[in-house]
């Protein structure tokens, strides 16, 4: 097949994904209410705009994505249009296809025990630091009881020396204290707790629903789709928050963050089961194989398990 035929049937196809993507946003979907704003959307037409970064590499992703949040915004207008939260979902369809290219072809079975190896470790940490940091009497309002100038680290553990040594100088001290704190212990631990729940996952989706439709690539798939989409609404909320979404401010970022980065994460498991049912739709065409292998980034199917 010719190069450019070749360009021009991956192009027709990513359309017709875009295509069907952009009807069910407009006939399917919708917003739950945030804190007073729009700030979570419910939809299925992600499980279609994410097949290009899938297929096809991560440009086609980044088009594909990014044309979804732009046209889909004009056939049905919610809100203030912001051009900036379009390339971050085109940034989106990037890396997914850029994490789908590098972890698809890796052993599946040692990928699951990277990922509960990681978990462990992860917890582990969050559950010491926890310790070590009630032990030394280190907490948000530590600053509120302690004079700066009478306070001594030598007898600390290290992560409270860190912290101490981190946030004694700051402007607000205490704020950033209790930044830090939430980091080295609720962070870990949901990190871990978000590994655990892919492992979970994994094993309902590759076990109990799919039986190997995608090749043993579940793990694989999950982590693409549920990276990218968790670095998404990251960055989608800072920008809401920095723009249309002012009264945001007044809260933490973890309190909007959090419901917005779980509905993420269930979204994307569900959408994971859509998404691989349609890979092996592709696998087993016998006309797309030259279409899809002869890509920048190799489609091959990955028998280990």
Known sequence: ME???LYVRRITISAVFLSISLVLKTAFSFYIPMFGQNGISVGIS???STMPS???GPVYGALVSGLSDLLGYLLKPVGTYIPLMTLVVAAGGFIRGALWAGLRNKGSKKMRIAVAAFSA???LAGICNIAFLSADGIDAGFYDHVQNENINTDNMHLVSKMLIERTIDAKDPSGNLAT???WV???LIGSAALGIFLLAADFFLSKKLLHDTCGGQIPQLLIAMIGSGLIVTTLNTLVLRETIFTAWKVLPFAVIWIPRAIEEILGNTVKAYFVSMLLGIFKK???LKEL???SSMRFKRNTKV
């Open 3 to 5: 190069k450019s035929s």
């Open 46 to 48: 992600g499980i279609f």
């Open 54 to 56: 899938l297929l096809f």
């Open 121 to 123: 470790l992860l917890l």
């Open 180 to 182: 830090y704190i939430t």
């Open 185 to 187: 212990t609720t962070a």
């Open 285 to 287: 065409q016998h006309g």
């Open 292 to 294: 899809i292998g002869g």
